[in-house]
């Protein structure tokens, strides 16, 4: 899911000109400014780490747990939720780019009988989120967005049961529209290809290539290692909103779809690489970053029009957390910002962060 992108002048003027800081200066700059009004707007905590060219910027604003006194790390561990498909889609395409799949695959070839009657739906239709497939999770989360059964442990093939109970979005290929259970199968269909796990392959393809040391794949457990904030959701009692830590969840729940955790500075460093031709061969690049029906979404990877230009990335969202991380189009300038939003609306200020690290 996005960060809500509604713009207020006041907050936009003061981001004109922001300058980067060496993040070991403590010194303040407006983006230090923006980051406190992310948590002034509802946020219990922000992060962020901001590039521009070798120049880097990172902060933190708020508290990495309710009523509590200290604030998160600037290299905060986050969850990421649907930043996971950028690394899932990176997985799939580098195995189109060996010749080991092809696009144009139906899932039925692979996975006979997975998608029962769905027998048409492609590689490339998952990736692009025109498969038709609902949405799994449909009745899997409460009105406050927590997981019912918050910490079961679900295998993939029985979140696509789920989904496969219920018809058709539409016909495949037809249009455009966002699921997560794309996700799911494309997971099982690396597992199937290669003989090994997705989060395995994820691993060895983009981790430890990249050295990204503070992402992982939790599997199973609920818990976020390191130095985190906490996560939140308001529930209503008694009709008084009452703050529920939301930090604990198994994450199998989101699987290939959105189990990943990670800091800004991974995130930056994975989506440089990337975008920077480091993992992907041109061709594969090339179908990654093309917008498909849609418009603004290609494989794995969301395409943002800016006024200053076109940005590349992803948006996640489980329950606590938002993050967004994104990179110009000549890959000069990038940011990564989570939050842990509780109330109000924080989304005019997120979005100023983003265009001033992006335009400015």
């Known amino acids: ?40 707007g509802g946020s219990t905590a922000a992060v962020a780490e901001v590039r521009n060219g070798d120049e880097i910027w990172a902060g933190s604003s708020g508290l990495a747990k309710a009523n509590g006194d200290q604030p998160p790390p600037a290299t905060a561990n986050f969850r990421a939720g649907s930043i996971t498909k950028s690394f899932t889609a ?13 696009l144009s695959d139906t899932i039925d070839h692979w996975l006979p009988g997975l998608l029962r009657d769905d027998s048409t739906i492609t590689v490339r239709q998952l990736l692009q989120h025109t498969s038709g497939l609902p949405e799994y999770t449909t009745d899997m989360v409460d009105d406050a967005g927590i997981p019912k059964e918050r910490y079961r442990t679900w295998s993939p093939r029985e979140l696509v049961e789920k989904a496969e109970r219920l018809p058709l979005e539409f016909r495949p290929g037809t249009r455009f529209q966002y699921s997560n259970t794309n996700y799911i199968v494309l997971g099982m269909l690396i597992e199937k ?16 290539p990249l050295d990204l040391a503070r992402t992982w794949l939790p599997g199973a457990s609920p818990e976020v290692q390191g130095p985190h904030a906490h996560g939140y959701v308001a529930v209503k009692k008694h009709g008084e909103l009452t703050r529920v830590d939301v930090t604990r969840f198994n994450p199998t729940i989101a699987g290939a779809a959105g189990e990943i955790i990670s800091t800004a500075g991974d995130l930056n460093r994975f989506y440089r690489a990337l975008l920077g031709g480091k993992l992907l061969p041109p061709a594969q690049l090339k179908e990654m970053k093309h917008p498909g029906p849609s418009g603004d979404y290609g494989m794995g990877l969301e395409v943002t029009h800016l006024p200053c230009g076109t940005a590349y990335g992803h948006t996640g969202e489980t329950p606590g957390y938002v993050t967004a991380s994104l990179i110009s189009a000549d890959g000069t300038r990038q940011i990564t910002l989570s939050t842990t939003p509780f109330s109000g609306d924080s989304g005019s200020a997120e979005k100023a962060l983003l265009k001033s690290a992006l335009c400015a």
């Not at 713009?7 to 983006?31: K, Q």
């Not at 090994?196 to 430890?208: D, H, K, N």
């Open 1 to 40: 899911m996005g960060i809500v992108i509604c713009v207020i002048t006041s907050i936009l003027a003061l981001t004109a000109g922001a300058a980067l800081a060496d993040r070991r200066s403590g010194t303040r700059t407006p983006y230090n400014t923006i980051l406190d009004a992310v948590v002034g």
């Open 90 to 102: 990176t997985v799939v395409l580098q195995l189109v780019g060996e010749g080991r799949l092809r």
């Open 193 to 208: 290809v290669t003989g090994r796990p997705y989060a395995t392959e994820i691993e060895q393809r983009i981790l430890r």
